[in-house]
């Protein structure tokens, strides 16, 4: 089985969960005979490709020939996301209008053809830009390979698993790792979820990552359940080793290490650490990660006068994400929304307990992990002086905890998604024997 | 010689701890669920109590003291009714006045300190027996410990006390090919008599009774009485035991299961071979076939008849002996409050709810269960054992 996948970051360079997420699970589905070709828009050569063939975006024309591209019109014509939704127009003045955006649509891609256009291949200003040219050169990578399935990791790349879909032919399965409600709580950008339901609409299947995010998909983007299935995330330890560290500070450390950002529940975070700290002062608190409320959390962490045992490190990668984890005794993530959420099981498997939200995906296949409601403050911070204080609590949650994460496997996701891809084929199958 | 069958049934409500902060240590000594204890206890004594004792008190009278049950009724269980239901109370004291009622003995607080130390279970014990004689004016003569927990040394505990007849599990693993419808003495001293329950007969009304998918589902009192009869073909002795909440509460009245004990006594009794018994009477009226080796403790829950589900895991172990780490001078510190916080504590339940097992025997563990998690439970409950460390003289 061939498969044409869509990501938008692959290991090493990576922002986020979905890069890690998609090694992890093209990995697995190597076990499972399924050849994957990965498109991303930007590669960088050093991606590992024992497991998937990587197409560059960047080194892909959009168009070859005029005819490519008044083909693929018809097929794509979905592609501008301006709202036709004009208010006071009559028919006639619509239907011209409508006309007139085609001519625009049209001008605008006949000067890229032949030409190659090269991502950033990040989430910056010019992102929906991106997002539209990717799906263009989508299109172009359909056409000139063969497969069976296509796969779509996320919203910025549903329009490329559209745009192949009409291409090809073939199925077209989005997988869902977090929408635009998990992003940004119920502030959602229009065009955004507009775009992600579009994907869902399109897609065959859809894989949510948990069934938080299932529920999500089908109550706030109304896609019938049938079509939403779930497959749990997983990890592949295979690269954590057990490190010894000195400490330079005599006290216990609890970590939060994340985005510092609404989804994640700094705040929590910090008001659970000031009721901790009014009891004991044999403990520091320490914030790992960057995003647009770190001065904010600077600013509360300072009036709340706990400073002096509270310490935030700015973004940490590789090696000194691993070492924070040595150093912590606790980790916590508070997240107000977590479609999965891959930490805290990498602090269990670094042998720290984890204090997860309810509003988490991973909180579904986690039992050995301390469980509170986000909002809960007074739970949180009552489940951080437990796991300092009662060392029972410390070794059965490590212990328990390290034998659950390490039962979580990629091959055993991959196994499911490959039955999806099964499922697929055989109603596509269907159809058109029918 | 008639055979007989037995009837216990166990009575008992822990006190539930409200969510106790860490925040409240050594600041606020007040650790129960008010609320959660109340509505518990006047629900049950409503659906359950109430009119299950009435119902037994109406087939005594019914059959001029042929018909005959045991009760267990923990320290925690007459302390809440005494509080929330005492008309719940009133109703049992009225059972033991007809004098066709045993009240069996077992620790106060429902506790597992048999598994501790003999001075703590004999103490545990004897302020049972006292509570016992004091509502139900009868000196109990049998013993069941806490969740029928059971060893060779518990049992010689219970001798030296002077109880010569004691209930427990007739776990197969102990049993081998043994069959449990016969009188047992202790392996240490033959002076204790061992009753052992029928746990498949006991099960059919207090787990399976209202469950449809059931191949024995409607079961009727004619075809339960049937079954005993069959058991006693050969055997000597049937015991029922059971948690008295199955009636009414575990399963609902609307199952039919109140028509079903109404029904239940007249149903065997129409086998003229067949009387039921007391424990004590039982006890005395039958020749024990054997010796029972126990060398590690038994008891009536889970698949696994062992301590595993209140002393399985690290929690639950750590839990228990930093309370009963306190014990001594918890005891020296003539403050009464202090004391009464401490019985509380005991309760097998709380260690119950740390229990891990759940995630996999689930049902039975949710059941009156107010935390989500084991881990929850046990933070909870060590948050209040800190307070109570702290209020304890050093």
Known sequence: MKVLMFGWEFPPHISGGLGTACDGLTKGLAKHQVEILFVMPTASGDEDQSAVRIINASDVAAFETREDARNLLEKVQFLQVTSNLIPYLGPDEFTEQVNLEREKEWNEFRISFGQKYKFSGTYGSNLMEEVMRYALVASSIAKHHDFDVIHAHDWLTNMAGIAAKRVSGKPLVIHVHATEFDRTGEHVNEQVYELEKRGMEEADRIIAVSDLTRNTIINKYHINPQKVVTVHNAVDFSTVEDREISRGVPEKIVTFLGRITYQKGPEYFIEAAYKVLQKTQNVRFVMAGSGDMFNRSIRRVAKLGISSHFHFTGFLRGEDVKNMFAYSDVYVMPSVSEPFGISPLEAMRAGVPAIISKQSGVAEVLHHAIKVDFWDVHALADAIYGLLTYPALKTMTVRCGLEEVNALKWDIAAAKVKKIYEDVLEEKLKKTTI | ?394
């Open chain 2, 1 to 394: 010689m008639k055979k007989s069958i037995c009837l216990y049934f166990q009575v008992h409500q822990p006190y539930r701890l409200r969510q106790y902060r860490f925040f409240d240590i050594g600041k606020n000594h007040y650790y129960y669920d008010d609320f959660a204890n109340k509505t518990i206890m006047s629900r049950v004594a409503s659906r359950c109590y109430i009119p299950a004792n009435r119902l037994i008190l109406d087939l005594i009278k019914e059959f001029d003291g042929a018909f005959k049950v045991a009760f267990s009724v923990s320290g925690m269980a007459l302390e809440q009714m005494e509080q929330y239901a005492p008309e719940a109370l009133e109703s049992f004291k009225e059972l033991a006045a007809t004098g066709h009622v045993e009240f069996l003995a077992e620790t106060y607080s429902h506790s597992l300190s048999s598994l501790i130390s003999p001075v703590k279970f004999k103490n545990q014990v004897k302020m049972h027996t006292k509570a016992v004689e004091q509502h139900f004016g009868q000196k109990p003569k049998a013993f069941r410990n806490t969740e029928l927990i059971y060893s060779d040394t518990i049992g010689e505990m219970a001798a030296e006390m002077g109880f010569t007849t004691m209930l427990t599990e007739g776990a197969r693993h102990i049993l081998g090919w043994k069959s449990p419808n016969y009188l047992y003495v202790n392996a240490l001293t033959p002076k204790l008599k061992l009753m052992l329950r029928n746990f498949r007969l006991s099960d059919d009304i207090a787990f399976r009774f209202s469950d449809k998918k059931w191949g024995d589902w409607p079961l009727t009192a004619e075809k339960y009485a049937g079954w005993i009869a069959g058991a006693l073909e050969k055997d000597e002795l049937v015991n029922i035991f059971m948690d008295y909440e199955s009636f009414g509460e575990h399963q609902p009245a609307s199952s039919g299961i109140f028509e079903f004990l109404r029904a239940m006594p007249g149903m065997i009794l129409n086998h003229t071979n067949l009387e039921i018994l007391t424990p004590s009477q039982a006890a005395a009226k039958h020749q024990p076939i054997a010796p029972l080796h126990v060398p590690y403790a038994i008891s009536w829950a889970d698949e696994e008849r062992d301590i595993s589900a209140w002393y399985g895991n690290e929690l639950q172990q750590e839990a228990f002996n930093d309370l009963y780490a306190l014990e001594e001078r918890v005891k020296l510190s003539n403050d009464p409050d202090l004391q009464r916080d401490f019985r509380r504590m005991q309760a097998s339940d709380h260690f119950y709810y740390m229990c891990t097992k759940l995630f996999s025997d689930g049902d039975v563990h949710k059941y009156f269960n107010p935390y989500d998690s084991p881990y929850e439970a046990f933070i909870n409950y060590m948050n209040v054992l800190s307070d109570i460390t702290l209020r304890t003289p050093k």
